[in-house]
């Protein structure tokens, strides 16, 4: 059977709606019912990142070493985004928190996710989970990625102020939070969203529009970064070596876009 111009390789339903595996030209993705990709794997070069928004969340790397210690992500989908920071953290540990049981399911047996002792799979309610966490006081993480979203937009369970508010109570002190958002700067969803993330982090946030696309990816820091323009420059010639993925544009983009906060991010 044939869906999205594709082959459609599995089909389920849950009580939040429909779950579709489509293969078309060498590569795998994730459908929650409607032609727009959730996730989507390379089959010959798993490792691969093969969607823009995903590839453009990894400008995290541009501020902070590879992860050591605790990392938190919100919305799992195929895992692309957690496979990549367990590949390239080997000192991570990530806690993973999913809505959808099923979706967990898919994720193992049709894009890879594996089961690693530095990985936690939590399924739950991520909003819930991150306002758990923050009252308990017990934890704080390094990186929080935020991922959520189902067939109509951003989960309602992250759309809040309550939500970003506990975002950065949970960040260490070099702690950072990378979201993907959904629409151009002047859609009314992500203007809220950005004065959410604006106002739990003092303004101390970028953004970074995926090219060609949609969507637009936040940075929200707990504190300022001791680092320089020039640096992130020689940050992002090595990781473009390392990870072939185009760093030195993303270092472009930030500055563009971020006129009136870059320097609240980073030293002059």
Same mark, same amino acid.
Not at 69 to 78: E, M, R, S, W
């Given at each position: 059977m044939h869906k999205y111009e594709g082959l459609l390789v599995?089909?389920?339903?849950?009580?939040?709606?429909?779950?579709?595996?489509?293969?078309?030209d060498g590569i795998r993705a994730l459908h929650f019912g409607s032609s727009s990709i959730q996730s989507a794997m390379l089959l010959s070069d798993p490792d691969q990142l093969v969607l823009a928004y995903v590839r453009t969340m990894t400008c995290w790397l541009l501020f902070k070493e590879p992860l050591v210690?605790? &990392?938190?992500?919100?919305?799992? &989908?195929?895992g692309s985004i957690t496979q990549h920071?367990?590949?390239?953290?080997?000192?991570?540990?990530?806690t993973v928190v999913e809505n959808r049981k099923s979706v967990v399911k898919i994720a193992r047996s049709h894009f890879g996710l594996p089961h690693d002792p530095r990985l936690d799979v939590i399924v739950g309610d991520g909003g819930d989970y991150v306002r758990s966490r923050m009252e308990s006081g017990r934890e704080q993480y390094g990186l929080l990625v935020v991922d959520a979203f189902d067939h109509d937009g951003m989960a309602e369970a992250i759309s809040n102020q309550a939500f970003f508010d506990a975002c950065h109570a949970l960040l260490a002190d070099d702690g950072l939070l990378v979201i993907n958002l959904w629409g151009g700067t002047a859609n009314p969803v992500f203007q809220t969203a950005a004065l959410w993330l604006g106002r739990? #982090?003092?303004?101390?946030?970028? #953004?970074?529009?995926?090219?060609?696309? &949609?969507n637009i990816i936040g940075l929200a820091f707990k504190s300022s970064v001791a680092v320089t323009l020039k640096d992130l420059r020689a940050r992002a010639a090595?990781?473009?070596?390392?990870?072939h993925i185009d760093f030195?544009? #993303?270092?472009?983009?930030?500055?563009?876009?971020?006129?009136?906060?870059?320097?609240?991010?980073?030293?002059?």
């Open positions: 599995h089909q389920s339903h849950d009580d939040d709606g429909i779950i579709e595996v489509v293969e078309k210690g605790k &990392g938190l992500v919100i919305g799992l &989908g195929g920071v367990l590949k390239h953290c080997p000192d991570c540990h990530l739990a #982090f003092e303004w101390k946030i970028l #953004f970074l529009p995926v090219v060609g696309r &949609g090595t990781l473009e070596q390392q990870l030195p544009a #993303f270092v472009k983009d930030l500055k563009k876009h971020n006129a009136s906060t870059l320097k609240q991010v980073i030293k002059p």
